[in-house]
């Protein structure tokens, strides 16, 4: 095969995987990004999933209750949990994670990438540190009312996210999934509530 052909090949396979990957990770649409999350970040959330879920090392949250009822004018709130993860971090290395990691060698797909498509360029760079995926659904859904990728201990909801969940008031249920990533790779987790957290929302 000419390096013309061969080329042709790439550009086709390339634009293959990149949909297929697009099609399954927009699904459900992507969440609100807080912190120093991103988009790259969520796709690898998205892939370690796959795995069984893992409690051992979830999250504490602590709010909202278990139950917790919110009435229909109540203003947004701001949800807290606390982290195995974060703690574990601060104490084995103190100023850790304000350095920036060093760059993995790039890819084959990565340098193709780059030199098909120039706006590769305006990616953030991978993201190393914890990341904390909340997602908000009714009973039985299958995709989230609300979600946000955050590398906070905290979500204080929009309005517009407090509103899309007073259309779907009554009980709802909070996930949170949490991992470490290091340059937008899972190496610890993905680590889940072992029970959703249940709380009601009153209808505006």
């Given at each position: ?21 697009d ?47 919110y ?8 949800w ?35 030199l ?17 995926w ?19 201990l ?51």
């Amino acid at each position: 095969m000419n390096p013309r052909h061969l080329r042709t090949a790439c550009v086709a396979a390339l634009a293959l995987s990149l949909s297929a990957c697009d099609a399954s990770d927009s699904e459900c649409g992507e969440p609100l990004y807080a912190g120093k999350a991103t988009d790259e970040a969520w796709r690898a959330m998205v892939d370690a999933r796959t795995k069984a879920p893992d409690a051992s090392r979830a999250v504490t949250l602590l709010s909202p209750s278990e139950g917790e009822a919110y009435t229909a004018n109540a203003t947004p709130p701001r949800w807290e949990w606390t982290s195995p993860l974060h703690s574990s971090l601060q104490r084995s290395a103190p100023g850790a994670l304000a350095l920036a990691a060093p760059r993995a060698p790039r890819s084959f797909t990565a340098w193709l990438g780059e030199l098909l498509v120039p706006t590769a360029h305006a990616h953030l760079p991978p993201y190393t540190g914890e990341l904390y995926w909340v997602e908000v659904s009714t009973p039985g859904a299958k995709c989230p009312v609300a979600q946000v990728l955050t590398s906070e201990l905290f979500w204080q909801l929009d309005a517009t996210s407090w509103a899309e969940l007073g259309k779907n008031a009554g009980d709802l249920r909070v996930q949170v999934t949490s991992a470490y990533l290091k340059d937008n790779r899972v190496t610890e987790g993905p680590f889940q509530l072992a029970t959703p957290r249940t709380f009601r929302r009153g209808a505006p």
